[in-house]
C-alpha cells in the first residue's frame, strides 16, 4: 500500500538511476558514459555561444542606427539654423520694404536743447529736434536722416566727402612726362619755378623767406597742350593729380558747389604731396554781375575756392593748376596775387615746336628712312599740338588706304591740307 500512495512522476523515476550532476553518468550496470556526456556538453556550448553572437549583432545594428539617427539629427539641426537665418533675413527685407523712407539734410547751427537748424537739398531751413542718443553727433556741416512726418533727426551721418568727389580723376602719379611735349621749353621753366620747386624743395623758399606762389594759370587756344603740362608737373613733382572741370563745380542748389570744393581740397591734403587741376576755370570764375540766383550759386562756388587758396586753410604740400581758353573772362579776384600768383600763356607752336611735336607723335610709326619733318612742319602753321597729332594719325590712314606698309611725305602733306581745310571750315550750324 504504501508503494500505492507514492505520486506517479516519483514511481517513475523510481525505477531510472540517479544522474549525478558532475563526473560521468552511471547507468544500472555501472559502465561510464563519458562519450555521451561530452557529446551533450558540445552541444550545450554551441548553443550558448550562438545566442551570444545573436547579442553582439543586435546591438552592432542598434548602434549603427543610433549613428544614423545622430547624423540625421545634426543634419536637421543645420537645416533647421538655415531656415531661421532665412526667415530672419526675409522678415528684415519685408520691414525695410514698409518702412517710411527718410529725408536728408544737413546740419546748418547746433541749438541748445537736442535742437538744430537744418537745411534740406532745395535750400529750406527747419528748426528740428534730435531724437536720443545723437545729440552728442550733431555738428554743423554733418548730413542727418530725418522723419518725414515731424522731421526728427533719425541718425546723423559721419563726415565723408562728396560721391563726386570720388568720381573724379585722381592719378597717383601720371605717366606723362615733359619729354612728350614739344616746342614749350619756357612754359615748362616758368611751371618748374613756381610749383615743382616748392614741393621738391620748399626750404630753398625758407632759406629766402619767401612764399612760394599757391597757383598758377594756364591760358591758350584749345589744343595747345596745358592739360598735358599740368600731368607732367605731377609727374616731375611725384605729386597726386586730381583732375576737374569747372563744369563739375557748378550745382543747382545752394551750397553744394561750396562743398564740393572744400571736399576737393580736403581730399587733396590727404593724398599730399598733390596737384588739383581746374580745367574750364572760365566757368566758375566769370566776372560777377548782378545777375539771376543760379549765377549768384556759381558766385557762391568761386569765393569757396578763393577762400581755399587764400589761406585760411594753409595749404600744405598742394598746388593749383588752372586752365582756360578765355582770359578776358575771369573775375579779377582770381588773378591778384595769393591766388593764381602766375600767370602763363600756352601758345600755338612755331616751326621748330611744331617739328618737335610730329616727331613725338610719329616716333611709333612706320615712315620712310630719311624723312624730315621740317617740310611738314612748314605746312602746319598755325596748328596746335592737337592738330599736329591728327595730322600723324591722318597721314597713317592715307597710307593704309593706299595699301601701303610705310608712311610718306605726301602721306603727311595730304594730311596738313585736310587738317587745314577742316580748321578753315565755318562753324555756323544749326541745332534742334
Known sequence: MAEATQPKANRAMAGRPAVPQTGAQQFPDGEQATGLFTETERQSEAREKKGTYDVYDYVFSLEEQLKGLEAERQFTGAKLTAMQIEMERLHKEISEMQATPLLIGTIHEVLPDRKAIVKNSNGLEFLVSASRGTENELEPG???AMNQRNLLIMKVFPENKDW?????????????????????????????????LPLLSPESFEHLGIEPPNGVLLHGAPGTGKTMLAKAVANRAKATFISLSGTDLVRKYIGEGAKLVRDVFRLAQEKRPAIIFIDEIDSVGSQRFATANGDREVQRTMMQLLSEMDGFHELRD???????????????ALL?????????????????????????HAAKMNIEENFAFAEVAGLCDGFSGADLKMVCTEAGMF??????????LSDFSEACRKISKKEASPEHRMFA
Open 142 to 144: 554733418k548730413r542727418v
Open 164 to 196: 563726386r568727389v570720388n568720381a573724379m580723376e585722381v592719378i597717383e602719379r601720371p605717366s606723362t612726362t615733359f619729354s612728350q611735349i614739344g616746342g614749350l621749353e619756357k612754359e615748362i621753366n616758368e611751371l618748374n619755378e613756381a610749383v615743382i
Open 318 to 332: 598742394v598746388k593749383v593748376i588752372a586752365a582756360t581758353n578765355r582770359i578776358d573772362m575771369l573775375d579779377t
Open 336 to 360: 591778384r596775387p595769393g591766388r593764381f600768383d602766375r600767370v602763363i600763356e600756352v601758345p600755338l607752336p612755331e616751326k621748330e615746336g611744331r617739328e618737335k611735336i610730329l616727331g613725338i
Open 399 to 408: 597710307a593704309l588706304r593706299g595699301n601701303r606698309r610705310k608712311v610718306s
